[in-house]
């Protein structure tokens, strides 16, 4: 996560030298600015940055989630994409200057000088000249014209999905939660769910609805979310509780469904969830997936509380 500059003649990486005191003084201006003065001071930054353990990229994204947690979100959500990037780099600057217990007590950005002081060529042969470096993917190397081609294979194939997710699902989705819901915060916060759900659903790699794996519904997506979804505090069991009505919507209305997502919703693992505080519709058994005949006026069958007819039942039962 280091900032670096490449030196074409060379090859080699040289670091922008950042100065702690400089950062100190750039937390404490956007802390004042952005109304966070109270909540978290530079001493408590330093101190996250010190205790950040495990995988560094999991690590990363905590810190990232967190300190944006620490501003208001009204002033967070009203910033301009120039603004959100100094923010941003201000950031990565504190995570590479600051000490990292992980590393010994040293900072990325010293671990980064002692590495290029030891190896001048980056230990690595000169590369051939306008020759990209290889890829890993999934364990398997490739040659990066190799990879650029996959994607674009992937992307191509991808297209009918893209096309039904930006055309039919989210809009479909988007209508049913205003009939549905009364408020802006309720409509924005399920629909932002399934908005990022199915966008991390292509960028994975996934095909079609059809394709996507119960068990990336169910836990991978979910756990996935409060590391790296900035600006949202919704945990696990609040995303999967939302993935649940955007699914049920989706067999209901779409006629779509993700093959064995409501099994694997209540399998083995589900004790390690706490799924007995997730919504989980009434039908969703593995002996059973139909959904049953709701009479207008009973209990829609998502769980809400509300009437059927006024719930569920607005696109018909």
């Not at 930054?45 to 208001?72: C, H, L, V, Y």
């Not at 009203?78 to 040293?106: C, Y």
């Not at 297209?159 to 039904?164: E, I, L, T, V």
Request: net charge negative; proline share 5%; hydrophobic share 35%.
């Amino acid at each position: 996560m280091i900032d670096t500059k490449r030196n074409n003649a060379h090859h080699t990486t040289m670091l922008d030298e950042l100065k702690s005191e400089e950062v100190e003084k750039k937390l404490e201006d956007v802390i004042n600015k952005y109304g966070a003065s109270g909540k978290i001071s530079v001493k408590e930054i330093k101190q996250k940055i010190f205790e950040s353990d495990g995988d560094p990229m999991e690590a990363t994204n905590r810190f990232k989630k967190w300190w944006f947690g620490a501003f208001p979100k009204r002033k967070i959500n009203n910033l301009e994409i120039d603004e959100i990037q100094s923010l941003m780099q201000i950031f990565t600057d504190a995570w590479n200057v600051f000490p990292h217990r992980s590393l010994g007590g040293k900072s990325p950005q010293d671990k980064v000088r002692e590495y290029n002081k030891d190896n001048p060529n980056g230990g690595l042969e000169e590369p051939a000249e306008d020759k990209m470096p290889g890829v890993t993917v999934r364990g398997m190397k490739m040659e990066f014209d190799d990879f650029q081609k996959m994607i674009k294979e992937m992307e191509e194939k991808q297209k009918p999905f893209k096309n039904w997710v930006d055309n039919t699902a989210l809009p479909e989705y988007k209508k049913f939660l205003e009939q549905k819901f009364k408020t802006k915060k309720s409509i924005d916060k399920h629909y932002e769910v399934a908005q990022i759900f199915l966008e991390r659903a292509l960028f994975i790699g996934f095909l079609d609805f059809e394709q996507i794996r119960p068990e990336f519904a169910v836990w991978e997506f979910p756990e996935w979310w409060p590391t790296h979804v900035l600006g949202n505090d919704l945990n696990s069991v609040q995303v999967w509780s939302s993935l649940c009505d955007f699914f049920c919507f989706a067999e209901m209305v779409l006629k779509r469904e993700i093959p064995g997502v409501w099994e694997e919703s209540v399998g083995d693992n589900a004790d390690d969830w706490n799924l007995n505080d997730v919504i989980i519709p009434p039908f969703a058994s593995s002996e059973s997936r139909s959904v049953p005949k709701t009479g207008r006026n009973e209990p829609c069958v998502c769980g809400s509380g509300k009437k059927f007819k006024k719930c569920c039942g607005i696109y018909g039962n």
